[in-house]
């Protein structure tokens, strides 16, 4: 009985061992995992922001269509110009009054145009036809995009979003530290339950996640 006893024992010391290295070692392991996805996923959010972007930039909106914003990248154009001081004799006011008056004005100059791609993407098409893709192995999803306008007093301001749910960037891992994850909120973490770049509700199109993942405005 003695040496069932003690057996018994180093059997609920061997248990109890495993389960307070795993209680350490798995959120650990859970947090290099999410920081290795995280910084995939903020990779394409900053390429879809690049993009909507340079949208706005040219049409004066943002693009909820992914298929509309991915044509728009294959045609578009930036215009590159050239702001320069200029002074000139006011004719009229010579013609007037017979007095000289110079007037300084900025003259902006069209220099020529540059492929919206080739800028943002250094002609990369792969890289931009599938940014949209979440880019983590296993999972068969993409960013959930959309655009449209807020209301600022009397002005109707563009506005897009694109995010993605940590339970898909987060899909085969441990349940509950998923679940705990999408409740943090600290300034070091990316807050609730989605990684995402914009906002639907007001005028914002920085990323919600911190500065240790890079630029997010």
Do not use: C
Request: hydrophobic share 40%; glycine share 6%.
């Amino acid at each position: 009985m003695k040496l069932v006893f003690q057996l018994l024992l180093w059997i609920v010391i061997i248990v109890l061992g495993y389960l307070v290295f795993n209680s350490v070692y798995e959120p650990i392991q859970f947090d290099k995992v999410k920081e290795k996805r995280y910084a995939k996923v903020i990779e394409n959010l900053n390429d879809i922001r690049a993009a909507e972007m340079a949208h706005r930039q040219v049409t004066g909106r943002f693009e909820g269509n992914f298929d509309n914003l991915v044509r728009f990248l294959d045609t578009a154009q930036f215009t590159l110009t050239q702001r320069r001081d200029t002074v000139y004799l006011d004719e009229e006011y010579l013609e007037t009054y017979g007095v000289d008056q110079y007037v300084e004005d900025v003259v902006i100059d069209t220099l020529g145009f540059v492929s919206v791609k080739d800028s943002l993407y250094k002609g990369d098409e792969q890289r931009y036809r599938e940014m949209i893709n979440v880019p983590i192995d296993g999972v068969d999803a993409q960013f959930e995009l959309d655009a449209g306008t807020v209301t600022k007093g009397t002005n109707q301001i563009p506005v897009f979003e694109a995010k993605v749910s940590k339970d898909v960037v987060l899909h085969d891992l441990n349940k509950d530290l998923v679940m705990q994850e999408k409740e943090v909120m600290s300034v070091d973490d990316i807050n609730g339950p989605y990684i995402s770049v914009g906002s639907m509700e007001e005028v914002n199109t920085s990323g919600n996640w911190p500065l240790k993942y890079g630029k997010n405005e």
